[in-house]
């Protein structure tokens, strides 16, 4: 889910104690922004001088804080929101916009999108998290910034790490990783997890197994190959959340329902199971002291299976909390396959080194869905809920009539609308439809360093896209599709050491957003629609301190994004693309070691989006995305002392700050003088503290135990507007863990 894109810095803090693990963490480098994981590469790029904002979540924070999927260590990460109406399918956050750039080991994937599930991190040693337009080296995508996953590699001595926790709501996890050098010149590493839990709220469980391989091979001393591929299974039960109150019919707001945290709007046999099957091969060739080349190949297999019922999008009122449910069955079909062959090395020029990458990848999503739905055949009391039973459902073909649940209706055994309708009986709607999508591109980008303490970022990508969509069932249809040709995304950046330690940058960034044109309207000129394009100015500072162990930052940017499709009622065959929004913000992190022994990640986002032009005009200076705090704060922190008196304990805690937020639309007229009631909803700020201790028993051995939402804050980790997609934030939680490292 990139100007610069990553981000792994070689002066940050190692991820586990293990000492072939720091030499060999020490070897980790980014090349121009393409993390390249260990021991590949010589061209080293700190994260001091790639002049944009980003955030690293370690192995080290990951184990410390459980961060046990990608959705909790965002949840942690500074400058990211969450949110989304389904309960397993969340949406990220950042800069005013959603985050859809996904990279693994620096190679842009599409194993992300739908139906991919969010990923366990076991089978990740850490997280890299830009903020801004991530086009250079991802392709097309939102103005929000990029998400590259690092996988585990084999590690240089033998290690063998084994945990086992267990904590409230039945919350059980065991873990076991093992790394082996099969010879002086291959190595091997596997590892499987499984978790098994209830959730905070009335039904809802989780059970996921997780495992992956990765195997190394050097052959002579410059070349490497790396295999491996990872299996997933994850079957929790799933739910939109809750609904809120509707606004008033004198155009007054809605709210947030007060309702026990445990309510489960779902049914007791909700259920969902994805099987993700992933597999890559890599080889790296190091063909001077100055010159690398890597060529990637990804590849996911995806089968995911969603059997729900749910509630409408139904505001309710303070007294009336009876609301409609929908059944649903989801069979979805996915495979990605994602390319990458690039080029990074140095040369000399004005007496200094030089650097520069050439590449071209390739990225491709096929996916079948087949669905079934329900509306309407039962009803669930908000204040009292009881589920409904399971009907039958059938994603593949018709289905006859049913009986709304409790009306005692007789309906027609027929599957084809009947009029008049019958009186409590509803029919389902069905059918498939498959999609593709492919994208591939050529990128560059130097780095030009012409005077002492002074370096110029150069580059450019131009990307070709392509989608493709045919409706499979009821009805074969043709297939329908659109494609964008030969996308420039420029990329220009510049960096000045004031001191060894201090830098000033400043970089410009776009990106560009597929869109399809409305359904039967066209634009004046005969033009085809024109994607979305964003455009980013950041300017900056990073500051390293204490030998490099502290990396603080501070940036202020601005993000415009254009061509936002424009309709008008009185305009009935025709759009226009003149919609346009803005986000300025600023962000300062703190990252490292501010003591010895001493870690922290800490962060302030400040974020004010608008829209400048839009189709209605009621909404035009409100927020684009309210559901993002203008201001809010993350922190994490442990102190873990290696002598004295307190050598063995550790001690930590994070901190989150939400000020004011609100999802939903205000109240307004139409064209006919309706009034359209409000569904907005808003929540005040609140904080949440969270709280860890550990005692390393001796070298193999050690215990930990974290407690989140230490004082049992109630809030809404999620809002949406009054119809659905609000969450509760969980309950306070211990969550203790054993975990034995050899040797």
Not at 516 to 536: E, M, N
Not at 718 to 731: D, E, F, H, Q, V
Request: aromatic share 10%; charged share 15%; with cysteine.
């Amino acid at each position: 889910m990139i100007g610069t894109p990553a981000f792994a810095d070689p002066t940050d803090p190692v991820s586990t104690d293990d000492a072939a693990q720091q030499a060999r963490s020490e070897d980790e480098v980014v090349v121009l922004g393409k993390s390249y994981g260990q021991d590949v590469g010589k061209t080293v790029t700190p994260r001091k001088d790639v002049p944009n904002t980003i955030s690293v979540i370690d192995r080290e924070q990951i184990e410390a804080q459980n961060l046990f999927t990608l959705e909790d260590a965002l949840t942690a990460t500074p400058g990211v929101t969450v949110t989304g109406v389904g309960s397993e399918d969340p949406t990220f956050l950042s800069r005013g916009f959603a985050i859809n750039n996904y990279l693994i080991d620096g190679v842009p994937t599409l194993s992300f999108g739908f139906p991919s599930v969010v990923p366990d991190l076991f089978a990740f040693d850490r997280l890299e998290v830009l903020r801004g337009p991530a086009g250079l080296f991802s392709g097309s995508g939102n103005p929000a910034g990029s998400i590259n996953m690092v996988r585990k590699r084999p590690l240089e001595e033998a290690r063998a790490q084994a945990s086992v926790g267990y904590g409230s709501y039945q919350n059980l996890r065991a873990e076991l990783d093992i790394s082996v050098p099969l010879s002086a010149n291959a190595g091997l590493r596997s590892g499987i997890m499984v978790q098994d839990q209830d959730q905070f709220y009335d039904v809802a469980h989780r059970n996921r197994v997780n495992a992956f391989v990765v195997g190394s091979l050097d052959i002579g001393e410059r070349t490497t190959i790396t295999v491996g591929g990872t299996y997933d299974r994850f079957k929790p039960a799933i739910q939109s959340g809750l609904p809120g109150i509707i606004g008033g019919l004198d155009g007054s707001e809605g709210s947030l329902l007060d309702v026990p945290r445990s309510t489960y709007l779902g049914a007791d046999w909700n259920r969902f199971r994805s099987d993700v099957w992933t597999g890559f091969a890599e080889i790296t060739h190091q063909i001077s002291d100055r010159w690398t080349l890597r060529a990637t190949g990804l590849y996911t297999d995806i089968k995911r299976i969603d059997v729900y019922s749910y509630i409408g999008s139904q505001p309710v009122t303070p007294t009336n909390g009876l609301t409609n449910h929908i059944a649903y069955r989801g069979d979805s079909f996915g495979t990605t396959h994602s390319f990458d062959f690039n080029g990074v090395g140095s040369f000399r020029a004005f007496g200094r080194e030089q650097t520069l990458i050439l590449g071209a990848d390739y990225q491709a999503a096929d996916n079948d869905s087949y669905f079934t739905r329900l509306s309407n055949y039962a009803r669930i009391d908000v204040y009292n809920p009881v589920s409904p039973l399971e009907p039958p459902l059938n994603p593949y073909g018709p289905s006859p009539y049913y009986p709304v649940q409790g009306s005692n209706a007789t309906c027609p055994n027929v599957s084809v609308p009947v009029t008049p309708a019958p009186a409590n009986c509803v029919l389902q709607s069905w059918g498939g439809s498959t999609t593709q999508v492919e994208q591939y591109g050529i990128y560059g980008q130097m780095r030009l360093s012409p005077l002492e303490g002074l370096t110029l970022i150069g580059g450019g990508r131009l990307t070709w896209w392509d989608t493709n969509l045919q409706t499979l069932l009821p009805t074969l249809t043709p297939q329908t599709g659109y494609g964008i040709e030969g996308q420039f995304t420029p990329y220009a950046g510049v960096v000045w050491d004031v001191t060894g330690n201090l830098n000033l940058y400043a970089s410009y960034a776009d990106s560009f957003t597929p869109q399809a044109a409305p359904s039967g309207k066209t634009r004046p000129d005969g033009q085809d629609v024109q994607p979305l394009i964003g455009a980013q100015y950041e300017v900056g500072s990073k500051l390293a301190l204490f030998a490099d162990r502290l990396l603080l930052s501070a940036a202020v940017y601005q993000i415009e994004q254009s061509n936002r499709i424009f309709t008008n009622e009185s305009l009935p065959d025709i759009y226009l693309q003149l919609g346009k929004v803005r986000a300025r913000g600023a962000e300062f992190e703190a990252s490292g070691e501010i003591l010895p022994a001493w870690r922290i990640n800490a962060g302030y986002s400040y974020t004010k989006s608008k829209y400048i032009e839009d189709t209605n005009p009621v909404f035009e200076g409100l927020s684009l995305m309210p559901v993002i705090p203008e201001h809010q704060a993350k922190l994490f922190t442990n102190y873990a002392p290696v002598d004295g008196a307190l050598a063995g304990f550790s001690l930590g805690g994070g901190f989150t700050w939400f000020s004011k937020t609100s999802g939903g639309n205000p109240s307004y007229r139409n064209a006919l003088g309706t009034l359209i009631r409000s569904t907005l909803v808003r929540q005040g700020a609140y904080a949440v503290a969270d709280l860890r201790a550990g005692y390393r028993i001796n070298d193999r051995i050690s215990l930990g135990v974290n407690v989140n939402n230490l004082f049992d804050r109630t809030y809404y980790s999620r809002i949406s507007a009054t119809g659905r997609g609000n969450y509760y934030g969980s309950p306070r939680t211990v969550f203790g863990t054993l975990r034995v490292t050899y040797p």
